[in-house]
């Protein structure tokens, strides 16, 4: 029934011995035919001290690892000889920055703006439903913010499709929002002739191979190679889509990826502001915040103990347990391994946090999340188990909803 399969996972689940994440999550493959695969391939290494990627390149930013340390006074040399070949000399934009308004698009247009003098352009491919609070912190951007913005909106009916199929087939319903987070940058920066592009975070920080760990610059292989028919979103073909589930070209061009022709065509380049600037979560949130006078949610985001990371979508909720399900890592997984990189937790209290709330079902969207996607209460558990790996879930009690009835085997200590 499946034509994605999540596997390849280590048998044997491993913790960092920094951090609380494991060995488990793994990079689905989107684009098809690639040269080399880079399906299925471990999120984070762990070196043989038992240290994950994400952990020593946080110990190389603070200059605390034991070699190759960032002197980051030579990367904003790099920075700035990179904007020189760019600057704008009659004002017009020469950087496009995308981004929610969150507290990193901010920091980053902001910086661009006020410390290195650039005119950047900011750009927003919107959320799969906004929250009240997503919708009113985007607005409040534009009011208080010094930057400009573009705001892209797909179709309810073409992006609830593509949510769908994306969790029907590799049980991964936001994936269209990334790739449309993704992508859609490349396309205005071609159609305004804007080549410069800053994304935030480096690849190594999200998961990389290590002979892309020190790049400043998006890889190639981020783009298509093939013709647009071919390109795999949502598990399918885009042809696929097109032909059997009638969803129109346009209504899937801006969530696709340019072909790699087209970016060289056009000389398109894509930084990784982080690569150049440190990037640290609360620092980053307070000064975003003072800039736009954004606001933290009401309550507590169900699966973590946070109010501040990612609160726009009210889809965001099944993006992590769909990945607490896949890999046994949720959302306090997540934040709790980045807060403790960067040194505002302890080891104990983070294992606690994730004890806690990891795998917290996200209750509060759940009747708007099963109308967005058709699908039945019945269904939505049925396709949920058939992607619970064996190596990592133990059937407990007969009790289904919101998935009480699984238990991890393997609990964090
Ligand atoms: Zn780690």
């Known amino acids: 029934m499946k034509n994605f399969k999540i596997n390849k996972q280590p048998e044997k689940v491993v913790f960092c011995k920094l951090c609380v994440y494991s060995n488990q999550k793994v990079v689905p493959s989107t684009i098809k035919n690639d040269k080399k695969d880079h399906s299925n391939r471990n999120f984070l290494r762990f070196n043989k001290d038992g240290v994950c990627s994400a952990c020593e390149l946080i110990l190389r930013k603070k200059k605390l690892n034991k070699k190759n340390n960032i002197d980051w006074e030579k990367r904003e040399n790099e920075l700035r000889i990179i904007l020189e070949k760019f600057r704008s000399r009659n004002g017009s934009f020469d950087c496009i920055v995308p981004g929610s308004g969150g507290k990193d698009s901010v920091f980053q247009a902001e910086t661009l703006k006020k410390k290195y003098g650039m005119n950047p352009l900011t750009v927003t491919f919107s959320p799969i439903i906004y929250t009240d609070v997503g919708m009113s912190n985007f607005h409040k951007w534009s009011q208080n913010g010094n930057v400009n913005n573009f705001l892209y909106t797909p179709s309810g009916k073409s992006y609830g499709k593509l949510v769908e199929l994306s969790f029907k087939n590799m049980l991964h319903p936001f994936q269209p929002f990334i790739f449309g987070q993704r992508h859609f940058a490349t396309h205005i920066a071609i159609k305004l002739k804007i080549p410069l592009i800053f994304v935030g975070e480096p690849h190594s920080e999200f998961g990389s191979d290590q002979d892309e760990e020190d790049l400043p610059y998006m890889l190639?292989?981020?783009?298509?190679?093939?013709?647009?028919?071919?390109?795999?979103?949502?598990?399918?073909?885009?042809?696929?889509?097109?032909?059997?589930?009638?969803?129109?070209?346009?209504?899937?061009?801006?969530?696709?990826?340019?072909d790699i022709n087209?970016?060289?065509?056009?000389?398109?380049?894509?930084?990784?502001?982080?690569?150049?600037?440190?990037m640290q979560p609360q620092e980053n949130f307070y000064k975003a915040a003072k800039?736009?006078?954004?606001?933290?949610?009401?309550?507590?985001?169900?699966?973590?103990?946070?109010?501040?990371?990612?609160?726009?979508?009210?889809?965001?909720?099944?993006?992590?347990?769909?990945?607490?399900?896949k890999f046994g890592i949720g959302r306090a997984t997540e934040e709790a391994s980045n807060e403790l990189r960067h040194g505002y937790i302890s080891r104990d209290e983070a294992v606690n946090l994730v004890k806690k709330y990891d795998g917290e079902f996200p209750k509060k969207y759940f009747k708007e999340f099963l109308s967005l996607t058709n699908i039945s209460e019945s269904e939505f558990y049925e396709i949920v188990d058939s992607f619970r790996p064996d190596h990592l879930w133990k059937k407990v009690g007969n009790d289904y909803r919101y998935g009480k009835n699984w238990q991890l085997k393997n609990l964090l200590k």
């Open 220 to 258: 190639e292989r981020y783009y298509s190679k093939n013709n647009n028919e071919k390109i795999n979103i949502a598990g399918l073909e885009t042809k696929e889509l097109i032909n059997k589930h009638k969803i129109n070209f346009s209504d899937l061009e801006y969530f696709l990826p340019n």
């Open 262 to 278: 087209l970016i060289r065509e056009n000389n398109i380049k894509q930084y990784f502001f982080g690569y150049f600037e440190k």
């Open 291 to 325: 800039i736009t006078k954004f606001q933290t949610s009401p309550e507590r985001t169900e699966g973590t103990y946070s109010k501040y990371n990612s609160i726009d979508d009210k889809i965001d909720g099944f993006h992590y347990w769909t990945s607490y399900v």
